[in-house]
C-alpha cells in the first residue's frame, strides 16, 4: 500500500463542535486516516468512549497505526448508514455525545495510484471506497445507458458537456470496453472543447462516477435518517460536506427535523455553515470548499 495521507479539513471547528465531555460516548462516522478520531480520543480521555467508521481497509489499517495510542477508540469497518446496529450488537443504548461526519474522500483515495479515482494515473476503472463491493466505476461507465450516463454527468458533476460525453462512451463502447483511467480521461479530453480552465476536463464526470459508484448522496440521507433516534438527548450532529449537493441534503435534513419549523427535535446551531479560515484554505487548497453545519438534539 502506498503511504496513507490526508489532510483533515475544518478538524478543529468540526470536533470542537462535539463539546466533547469526559464519559460520555461519541461516533467518528467518518475514520479517513483518523485526523478527527485523535483529537476526539484525546478531549474524552480517560473515560469517554469513542467508536470511529470506515468501509476502506486501506483507511482503517492507517488509522490503526495512526491511534494505536488511544485505549478509548474502537474502530469498527461498516458503512455509517449502520452504526445504530453495529453500536446495539455491542451493547450500546445511545450516542450520548455526539457524531462527526467529514463526507466524500480521502487526499489518499483520490490520488492512490491504484484505486481508480484519479484521472491522472492509469489504474482499472475502480472507485470503491469499500473493496469488498461489486460495483465499480467499470460497471457504470460500461453498464449505464446514454440518458443515464448524461444524468449522473450533470446531476452529481455538473458537467456542462455531459451529453457529448456520454455519447462518446457509448460509441466507443461498440468496438471495446473502457478499462481504466486514462482510456476514460483520454476520451474525455478528446470530446470536449479545449477551453481556459484551471481544472482538468475529466474533474467533474470523475466526480460523478466517484459519487455514483459510493452511492454517497443516498448513504446521506440514509445515515442521517438512521443516527437521529439513536443520539440522546444534548448530542450534537457535526457535518463536514465538499460539495451544494451533499450540503443540501444536510441542510434540508436539519431542517425538516428542527424544533423550530417541523416541532422535531433539533436545534440547528449554525444558520449559515461555517467555513474554512483563509490559513486553512492557504495550506491546504480542498477545505475551501468545506461547509461545516451543527445541530444537537433538545427532546
Ligand atoms: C474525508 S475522509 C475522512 C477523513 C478523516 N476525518 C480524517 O481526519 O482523517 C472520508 C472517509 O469516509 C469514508 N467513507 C465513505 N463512505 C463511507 C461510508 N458509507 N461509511 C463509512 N465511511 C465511509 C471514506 O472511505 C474516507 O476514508
Known amino acids: 500500500m502506498e503511504q496513507f495521507k490526508h489532510f483533515p479539513v475544518m478538524a478543529k ?35 469517554g468512549k469513542l467508536f470511529s467508521f ?11 497505526e495512526n491511534l494505536k495510542n488511544y485505549k478509548n477508540i474502537t474502530i ?24 462527526v461526519y467529514d463526507f466524500g474522500a480521502s487526499y489518499y483515495q483520490l490520488t492512490s495510484k491504484d484505486r481508480g479515482f484519479s484521472f491522472s494515473k492509469e489504474a ?19 453498464n449505464y445507458n446514454e440518458e443515464n450516463l448524461v444524468k449522473i454527468f450533470s ?24 478499462e481504466t483511467t486514462l482510456e476514460l480521461s483520454n476520451l474525455i479530453v478528446q470530446t470536449t472543447p479545449r477551453i481556459k480552465t484551471k481544472i482538468h476536463p475529466a474533474t467533474r464526470v470523475f466526480q460523478a462516477i466517484r459519487i455514483e459508484v459510493n452511492s454517497e448522496l443516498e448513504n446521506i440521507k440514509n445515515t442521517l435518517i438512521n443516527i437521529l433516534p439513536f443520539l440522546d438527548t444534548g448530542a450534537i450532529i457535526s457535518t463536514v460536506t465538499f460539495h451544494s449537493m451533499e450540503d443540501r441534503i444536510v441542510k434540508n435534513f436539519f431542517r425538516d427535523n428542527s424544533k423550530k419549523f417541523h416541532d422535531g427535535k433539533l436545534e440547528i446551531l449554525t444558520k449559515k455553515p461555517i467555513t474554512a479560515t483563509t490559513e486553512e484554505i492557504k495550506q491546504n ?12 438534539v433538545i427532546e
Open 13 to 47: 471547528e468540526a470536533t470542537d463542535a462535539l463539546n466533547c465531555q469526559n464519559g460520555k460516548i461519541y461516533v467518528d462516522a467518518t475514520l479517513g486516516g483518523g485526523g478527527y478520531s485523535a483529537i476526539i480520543a484525546e478531549k474524552i480521555s480517560p473515560d
Open 54 to 64: 470506515d468501509i476502506d481497509d486501506d483507511a482503517i489499517l492507517a488509522a490503526k
Open 76 to 99: 469498527i469497518k461498516s458503512s455509517h448508514t449502520n452504526i445504530a446496529n453495529c453500536l446495539k450488537q455491542i451493547g450500546i443504548e445511545k450516542i450520548t455525545g455526539g457524531v
Open 124 to 142: 482499472p476503472l475502480d472507485m470503491r471506497f469499500n473493496k469488498n463491493d461489486d460495483f465499480s466505476a467499470y460497471d457504470v461507465v460500461n
Open 155 to 178: 446531476e452529481y458533476g455538473e458537467e456542462r458537456f455531459s451529453k457529448r460525453i456520454a455519447k462518446a462512451i457509448v460509441e466507443y463502447r461498440k468496438k471495446k470496453k473502457l
Open 285 to 296: 487548497p480542498p477545505s475551501r470548499s468545506a461547509k461545516l453545519r451543527i445541530a444537537k
